[in-house]
Every structure is written in structure tokens, then in C-alpha cells.
């Protein structure tokens, strides 16, 4: 039996279109990462993923097991972190003198700030609407034959022309500006620009309006990478 300066913790998050493992060392220090999306198949894929950790003999070693609140009830943990507090943690560990956390998830967006000596000083949200999230950008992939967020990212970064105005805020609006584009000859390239475009706009006027961070921003969640 291994003692406890040899196990490891287990962590995972299981979100609207991903699930994410870590595991790390009593140091806190990262051995094993995996990210995959579960498409709504999240105990499928989660099983799969610890079957992928044990064949790598890692899973055998694993002492302490936590979730993330947003996790599904179904898959047990000795502790439960809220999801926001984690990422807190995980900025003043790894950029303690970062003034504001951006985080851009499937179906959330928020801004955290901090003062000027890290401490936490309040949020700003998105509303329930989905609208600027990883989940929009998919949905609008799927109205454009794309194979979703990460195609249309990718053909964005394509276009050498112009881009049209296409509302981000509401889905029902965005399918009419996709629409009115296609009808006025843009290509997929501009359309995706257009639609990239939007959507950072819409989270900076949503999270931005007020008084800005005054000084760096982390930004983090799946949409970071757009």
C-alpha cells in the first residue's frame, strides 16, 4: 500500500461540452492531463478517459478524488470546489499578479477582478443567455456545415477581405445576419471572421463597459483559444 506522499489527487470538470482530468503530485504539481468533448455522452467519455488513465498506470495511484459543482451528481467525489473558486486558485498560484480573470467557457462568460494585491474583489456575468459562449459558436457551425467552433476559428483566420456585421447577442438574430451575408456574396471566410468578430465584441461590451482591470487579464476557458 502506497503512503500518502506517494498518491495523487484527481481532479475533474465535467462541463457543458468538455470534460477535463488532472492529476497532480502532494506539490500540487500537474502528471497527467486530459481534455476531450462528450458531445452529451458524459459518462461514456468519462469512463473512457479513466480507463485510458489506469492504462497509463496512474489512475492505481490516485488517493484523493475532486469535482468540480458543475460536474454531474452521478460521479462521486471526496470534495466538491466550486468551479470559479478553482480558477481563482489556480491565477494566484500561477499569476499572482494578474489583475483580472477572463473566462470564456461553452455556455458561460465572466470577468473576475482583483485588487492590487490579488485580492478578489468581484465578478461580471454573462445572463442566461448563451450568447458568446463555446456553445453559440457551435450552433452557428452547425448552420454553416462546419464541423464546429474550432473550423470556424480556423477560417476566420482566412479572410483577407471584409467582414459583415453579424449580431452575436441572440442566436435568432445571428441566423438573419448569417443569412443577409450569404445572400450578399460573402464567403465562409468572411462570414466566420464576421461572426469571431461579433462575438469578442459582444463580451467586451458585456464585461468592459465599466471600469477595466488596471493591469493584466488572464483569459482561460475553451473560446480563449479563438
Known amino acids: 500500500m502506497k503512503s500518502s506522499e506517494d498518491t495523487l489527487i484527481l481532479g475533474i470538470d465535467a462541463g457543458s461540452v468538455s470534460i477535463h482530468l488532472t492529476a497532480v503530485d502532494k506539490n500540487g504539481s500537474p502528471v497527467f492531463n486530459d481534455s476531450t468533448f462528450h458531445y452529451g455522452e458524459v459518462k461514456e467519455t468519462l469512463t473512457g478517459m479513466l480507463e485510458h488513465l489506469g492504462d497509463r498506470g496512474i489512475l492505481q495511484n490516485v488517493g484523493h478524488v475532486a469535482k468540480t459543482a458543475a460536474t454531474p451528481g452521478f460521479i462521486t467525489a471526496d470534495s466538491i470546489i466550486d468551479e470559479q473558486v478553482a480558477i481563482i486558485r489556480s491565477v494566484r498560484s500561477r499569476c499572482p499578479e494578474a489583475a483580472g480573470l477572463l473566462n470564456i467557457g461553452g455556455e458561460k462568460f465572466s470577468l473576475s477582478i482583483f485588487d492590487g494585491t490579488g485580492n478578489y474583489t468581484g465578478a461580471r456575468h454573462n445572463t442566461s443567455c448563451a450568447a458568446?459562449?463555446?456553445?453559440?459558436?457551435d450552433q452557428q457551425a452547425g448552420r454553416l456545415k462546419l464541423a464546429g467552433s474550432q473550423e470556424i476559428s480556423a477560417r476566420a483566420l482566412e479572410n483577407t477581405g471584409t467582414r459583415p456585421d453579424i449580431a452575436t447577442r441572440c442566436a435568432v438574430f445571428a441566423k438573419t445576419d448569417l443569412i443577409h451575408a450569404q445572400q450578399e456574396g460573402y464567403n465562409i471566410q468572411?462570414?466566420?471572421?464576421?461572426?469571431?468578430?461579433?462575438?469578442?465584441?459582444?463580451?467586451a461590451n458585456t464585461l468592459f463597459k465599466q471600469k477595466s482591470p488596471?493591469?493584466?487579464?488572464?483569459?482561460?476557458?475553451?473560446v480563449s483559444q479563438n
Open 132 to 137: 458568446g459562449t463555446g456553445s453559440f459558436l
Open 190 to 203: 468572411q462570414i466566420c471572421d464576421g461572426l469571431c468578430y461579433g462575438l469578442a465584441k459582444n463580451i
Open 214 to 222: 488596471p493591469g493584466k487579464v488572464v483569459f482561460c476557458g475553451g
